[in-house]
C-alpha cells in the first residue's frame, strides 16, 4: 500500500506558475510511473502527465510546453511545474502512481486559475 499526499495548489491568476508536489509514503524508486490527472467542474478526469521509472515523459496536448513534470527519487516525491495557466486549467488535481499492477491514487489538490 502507498499513500500519497499532494501540495502546491491554490488560486493563482491567468498567466501564473504553481508548482504541485506529490509526497509518497515510501521509495518511489521501483515505481514503473508517476503522474498527473485532473478533473474539472462538470468533466472527465483526464491524464496531465506522466513520468517512467527512467524518466521519460508524456503529456496532454493542452499542456505541453506550458507543464512539466519531474521525480526525485530521493525525496519519495513527484512535481508539476505549471507555467502559463489558463482559467481553463482549473481542476483538481489526483496524484497517481502505479506499481506492481496496482495504481495508487492522491486525495487531489485544488487548482483554480482566475482573475
Known amino acids: 500500500q502507498v499513500q500519497l499526499v499532494e501540495s502546491g495548489g491554490g488560486l493563482v491568476q491567468p498567466g501564473g506558475s504553481l508548482r504541485l508536489s506529490c509526497r509518497a509514503s515510501?521509495?518511489?524508486?521501483?515505481?514503473?510511473?508517476m503522474g498527473w490527472y485532473r478533473q474539472g467542474p462538470g468533466e472527465q478526469r483526464e491524464l496531465v502527465a506522466s513520468?517512467?521509472?527512467?524518466?521519460?515523459?508524456n503529456y496532454a496536448d493542452s499542456v505541453k510546453d506550458r507543464f512539466t513534470i519531474s521525480r526525485d527519487n530521493a525525496k519519495n516525491t513527484v512535481y508539476l511545474r505549471m507555467n502559463s495557466l489558463k482559467p481553463e486549467d482549473t481542476a483538481v488535481y489526483y496524484c497517481?502512481?502505479?506499481?506492481?499492477?496496482?495504481?495508487?491514487w492522491g486525495q487531489g489538490t485544488q487548482v483554480t486559475v482566475s482573475s
Open positions: 515510501r521509495s518511489i524508486f521501483n515505481f514503473n510511473a
Open positions: 513520468i517512467t521509472s527512467g524518466g521519460s515523459t
Open positions: 497517481i502512481a502505479d506499481q506492481g499492477g496496482s495504481r495508487y
